[in-house]
């Protein structure tokens, strides 16, 4: 079985668990002293009271003058400290910023999609948040070394005393994003600079930095979706349009929006091919057979191809008998292999001419799909089915029914799940199963490497 990735609520309980002070009591919904509300928190967000607890002072409750409100993704999740009962230092540093102008601000909601102030309230994306405070450490760093290099003759001349004063050591990506900002320089002038870099290490460094860019905001934006328990018809296409600028009318479900993102950017960061192809036509077959369609088709590096079929990512792979206690293929991922089975059936016949694609045999469409670029060498064709995520392959053992509980410990039942799923895994000859989870994680992992 894959490396299980922990989900956001699950990072933010082992925060929660770690907390050793006794006088903290932490419920369901809240973390308290006493009568005292230190925050409130739920998958979605840490929200901070005014409050703050400090036991070694003698005054162990005090009551500050701004709130702060986390909302909870993989980047701000980050930003609690491992004192989680404190909201993070540098929110206070970050709020000083905006007092100079507006004094009345009392609360700050670091994170969502956003930059306003409404009433009291100061709205501020994780992006804004962390620029704001890489130019405060920045300008702090560069604070020291003016007054080092000022001081430096006094105490030569008067105690013959010598210090070493260095350069700074000055963000010019992050000065640059300040200029763009400021509007003194246009996209025109961004381009013409970047055609003046040389070629060799700088330049590949630039368009390194390009890539890591888009496969950072891919595989978070796909993440943020899987992390979804349930994904509803809209929920699917409020996302295809906030993420990635799909119109709304164009997105069935959620299967529909995995193929939209998977044919629009998986060539060469989810699954790394020389080509990818969505046919978006059906498979017609003279000989009786039902139509089928390919959701993407994949050419490898040896002119092979491979035909992915995707499936909901909030779908379980696996149902569970109790009276067996054994797991079982879910309906949907068994219609998939079925499915998975004819395609590499049709593909072996890619030249008969009774199999079309738009009028053509399989061979020739896919060929003409590529202006003639590609020639097909289908001699071992592939499916890849992705369906669900790692951490739901099954039901939960605690949202079994009490009755199936007692028949099974947690232990065994996860063990026997995992069992399952490496089963599942080495069950088919040119079938492979997958979860969205482990193409994203794969694909994070390439980048990783090839950054390095």
Same mark, same amino acid.
């Given at each position: ?366 060929? @003409? ?56 895994? @080495? ?26």
């Amino acid at each position: 079985m894959g490396r299980v990735i922990k989900t956001i609520e699950q990072k933010l309980q082992t925060k929660l668990i770690k907390i050793s002070d006794a006088n903290i009591k932490v419920t369901k919904k809240q973390v308290r002293v006493g009568n005292n509300i230190l925050f409130k928190y739920s998958s979605d967000e840490v929200s901070y009271t005014k409050t703050r607890y400090f036991p070694r002072l003698k005054d162990e409750i005090v009551e500050d003058d701004y709130s702060v409100t986390i909302l909870l993704d993989v980047n701000t999740l980050g930003l609690l400290s491992s004192n989680i009962c404190k909201p993070p230092k540098k929110a206070k540093v970050v709020l000083g910023m905006f007092r100079d102008v507006r004094p009345d601000i009392d609360k700050i909601v670091i994170g969502g999609d956003q930059c306003k102030i409404q009433d009291n309230v100061l709205y501020i994306t994780y992006d804004l948040y962390s620029i704001l405070l890489s130019v405060d450490k920045e300008e702090g760093v560069d604070r020291k070394i003016r007054v080092k290099s000022r001081i430096a003759p006094f105490l030569k001349d008067n105690f013959n005393l010598k210090i070493d004063v260095v350069d700074g050591d000055r963000d010019y990506a992050l000065l640059l994003r300040e200029i763009i900002a400021d509007k003194k320089i246009s996209q025109t002038d961004i381009v013409a600079l970047t055609n003046e870099l040389e070629g060799g290490d700088n330049n590949e460094i630039v368009i390194k930095k390009q890539i890591n860019k888009q496969v950072d905001w891919l595989l978070g934006a796909m993440q943020s979706i899987i992390d979804l328990p349930k994904i509803t018809k809209e929920d699917a296409k409020n996302f295809g349009s906030s993420l990635f600028n799909f119109p709304k009318t164009s997105i069935s479900g959620p299967e529909d929006l995995m193929e939209k993102i998977l044919t629009k950017y998986g060539q060469n960061i989810i699954f790394g091919v020389p080509a990818l192809l969505n046919t978006n036509k059906y498979v017609i077959s003279m000989d009786g057979f039902p139509k089928c369609q390919f959701d993407i088709v994949l050419i490898n590096y040896l002119s092979d191809i491979e035909i992915v079929e995707l499936k909901r990512p909030d779908e379980y792979l696996f149902d569970y008998d109790p009276s067996r206690a054994k797991f079982y293929m879910c309906k949907a991922l068994s219609v998939a292999t079925a499915q998975s089975e004819r395609y590499i059936s049709t593909l072996y016949k890619e030249k008969n001419p009774d199999i079309k694609i738009n009028g053509k045999n399989i061979k020739e469409y896919i060929e @003409s799909q590529f202006g003639g670029t590609i020639t097909l060498s289908i001699c071992r064709p592939k499916a890849l089915i992705i369906i669900g995520t790692i951490d739901k392959l099954a039901i939960k053992y605690d949202d079994l029914p009490i009755k199936e509980q007692a028949k099974v410990t947690k232990r065994s039942y996860n063990q026997n799940l995992n069992t399952a799923y490496k089963e599942l895994k @080495s069950s088919f000859k040119n079938i492979e199963i997958t979860t969205y989870t482990e193409i994203i994680e794969g694909a994070r992992l390439r980048s990783q490497l090839e950054s390095d």
